[in-house]
T-cell receptor, first 111, second 112 residues
Framework: DGGITQSPKYLFRKEGQNVTLSCEQN?????MYWYRQDPGQGLRLIYY???????QKGDIAEGYSVSREKKESFPLTVTSAQKNPTAFYLC??????????FGQGTRLTVV | AQSVTQLDSQVPVFEEAPVELRCNYS??????LFWYVQYPNQGLQLLLK??????LVKGINGFEAEFNKSQTSFHLRKPSVHISDTAEYFC??????????FGTGTRLTVIP
């Protein structure tokens, strides 16, 4: 089936550790996105990529990094510089000029 | 700058009653508009979209929305809600820049 796969579904991180969230799509979409969701704040854009080997910072990129080496994959690394990483992270992809399709999300908790 | 505003953070409604979830947008360029639904601990699912053409858009699960350019609104409606409609609903806008901007969400609670 076509879709977007995020893994893992739940992730626990110790303070000071980097963690990487996986996002894979088999929809052949050019654009991919990472959003962070906190209660009562909607979705905030972290990074987006419109083409392989190119990506742009969103509204809250500090403390995060991404790569886009393959069209299908857009992993997000939450670095130790991110002071409040506990949140629900959503990956999405889209063809041009239309809606985004979302994965099922990864819930990251700092312990 | 582009933005969308969802005017109600929570909407309780009795089962089988009609509901309207309000969304206003602000954009200096042509904008595409969407409504998404999110169930707990899941991703977002597209309910409906307005790209161009007819201003009345019908979506899944019996929902519809009307694009009103003069009032810069894109309100979501359903004539009769079910318990299963309890969820978080997000209005979103997009421009040619391949970048969606989201409202803060409206939590719809259907009361038996």
């Amino acid at each position: 089936d076509g879709g977007i796969t995020q893994s893992p579904k739940y992730l626990f991180r110790k303070e000071g550790q980097n963690v990487t969230l996986s996002c894979e799509q088999n929809l052949n979409h050019d654009a991919m996105y990472w959003y962070r969701q906190d209660p009562g704040q909607g979705l905030r854009l972290i990074y987006y990529s419109q083409i392989v080997n190119d990506f742009q910072k969103g509204d809250i990129a500090e403390g995060y990094s991404v790569s886009r080496e393959k069209k299908e994959s857009f992993p997000l690394t939450v670095t130790s510089a991110q002071k409040n990483p506990t949140a629900f992270y959503l990956c999405a992809s889209s063809p041009r000029y239309t809606e985004a399709f979302f994965g099922q999300g990864t819930r990251l908790t700092v312990v | 700058a582009q933005s969308v505003t969802q005017l109600d953070s929570q909407v309780p409604v009795f089962e089988e009653a009609p509901v309207e979830l309000r969304c206003n947008y602000s954009s200096s360029v042509s904008v595409y508009l969407f409504w998404y639904v999110q169930y707990p601990n899941q991703g977002l699912q597209l309910l409906l979209k307005y790209l161009s053409g007819s201003t009345l858009v019908k979506g899944i699960n019996g929902f519809e929305a009307e694009f009103n350019k003069s009032q810069t609104s894109f309100h979501l409606r359903k004539p009769s809600v079910h318990i299963s409609d309890t969820a978080e609903y997000f209005c979103a806008g997009g421009t040619g820049a391949n970048n969606l901007f989201f409202g803060t969400g409206t939590r719809l609670t259907v009361i038996p």
